[in-house]
């Protein structure tokens, strides 16, 4: 047995919860009720009745104790436990078989077997109860550790997808720190501090806002647009009018929920390559509609596009295309184009997940 099965079979022969009495006492009436029955049908004698009640309540007992002895092998080295349970399975069905036989042979004298082969028919029928028994307990218990190991699984996976989340958020973060704080500079050299000050404040607004949000949680798009608001505004005091934005998204596509903060370093990244390198800046538009059941969310800009054989440029496109893939997996796909004559745009297509109209964002 691999090293791997070790910890699932030493669960099966331990510890159970209540849940172990309540099927322990259904089952064994079941068996005595099916019992019953059937010697009626059959036209059995009334003291039939006895002996099925006597077999139930001793096959309770003796599997009660059988119970008690799976969990006490339960935490031996596994050849040792296979071979004790074995053990233990052949002597509760002897014992249940020896039980069941006196009770039987109590109120029938005559029904005791003529021969060898009778009893071992009887032990036979004994060791089918005991060896049904031990299934069920162990498949019972098989499915619930099954139930138990997929849970811990998908907890693991999701705090997983959780860290690496806020990792690449938090990777974000500095590079957006580093352009802002070098443009105050900037302004403090150039004595335009009434300017610099005014980013401060704007950054410290951006900021708050970025540390109340959750990268695992999902906002509304109108949310979203209105947090990019307050990193344009950074934006804005920085470049003047050489930064041109144009926002187009309706009301239905508004309440579509998106990773909090997803537009950000698209927005950064269009404004590295298309704005801040050229003297008359560069215009930046932001549409959304909802197609069927998916919501478009479109970034062009003006600059000179991506290199040739290029998918993506700088951490921040990188970084959203990550997020993308741990958040949705195939159900979502980003994707960027090149415009004529000049120009990229980026395309976000994700399933559209309404937010409820009056109600708050997950």
Not at 277 to 293: K, N
Request: with cysteine; net charge positive; aromatic share 8%.
């Amino acid at each position: 047995m691999s090293e791997s099965t070790v910890p699932v079979f030493r669960s099966l022969v331990s510890g159970t919860p209540r849940l172990f009495w309540i099927l322990q006492t259904a089952g064994w009436l079941g068996y005595f009720t099916l019992n019953a029955l059937a010697a009626l049908g059959y036209g059995k004698p009334l003291f039939y009745l006895w002996v099925s009640a006597g077999s139930a309540v001793a096959g309770f007992v003796v599997t009660a104790l059988l119970r008690l002895g799976y969990r006490a092998v339960g935490g031996w080295p596994v050849r040792r436990m296979i071979v004790a349970s074995t053990v233990l399975l052949v002597a509760a069905t002897a014992i249940y078989a020896k039980a069941c036989a006196e009770i039987l042979f109590g109120v029938c004298a005559t029904c005791r077997p003529a021969s060898p082969a009778g009893y071992i028919a009887h032990f036979g029928t004994s060791l089918y109860v005991i060896l049904s028994w031990s299934g069920f307990y162990f498949g019972i218990r098989f499915g619930r550790q099954l139930a138990r190991e997929r849970e811990t699984a998908l907890k693991a996976t999701a705090m997983a997808h959780e860290a690496q989340l806020k990792m690449l958020r938090y990777q974000l973060n500095p590079h957006f720190l580093f352009n802002t704080l070098n443009a105050i500079s900037t302004l403090i050299l150039d004595d335009q501090n009434v300017t610099a000050n005014r980013m401060v404040g704007a950054l410290s607004g951006f900021l708050r806002h970025t540390l109340d949000s959750d990268p695992v949680q999902l906002v509304a798009l109108g949310e979203e647009l209105d947090a990019l608001e307050r990193y344009l505004g950074i934006e804005q005091l920085r470049f003047g009018e050489r930064l041109r934005v144009r926002v187009e998204a309706g009301a239905e596509a508004r309440r579509g929920r998106v990773p909090s903060l997803v537009l950000q370093p698209l927005i950064e990244n269009s404004i590295k390559y298309a704005v801040a390198p050229r003297a008359d800046g560069g215009t930046i538009e932001i549409g959304a509609q909802v197609r069927g059941d998916r919501l478009h969310i479109l970034v062009r800009d003006d600059g000179p596009g991506l290199p040739p054989k290029t998918s993506c440029t700088g951490v921040g496109l990188a970084n959203t295309r990550e997020r993308l893939r741990v958040l949705y997996g195939a159900r979502q796909h980003m994707g960027t184009r090149n415009l004529a004559p000049r120009g990229l745009e980026i395309l976000l297509d994700l399933p559209f997940d309404p937010v409820p109209e009056g109600g708050a964002p997950r």
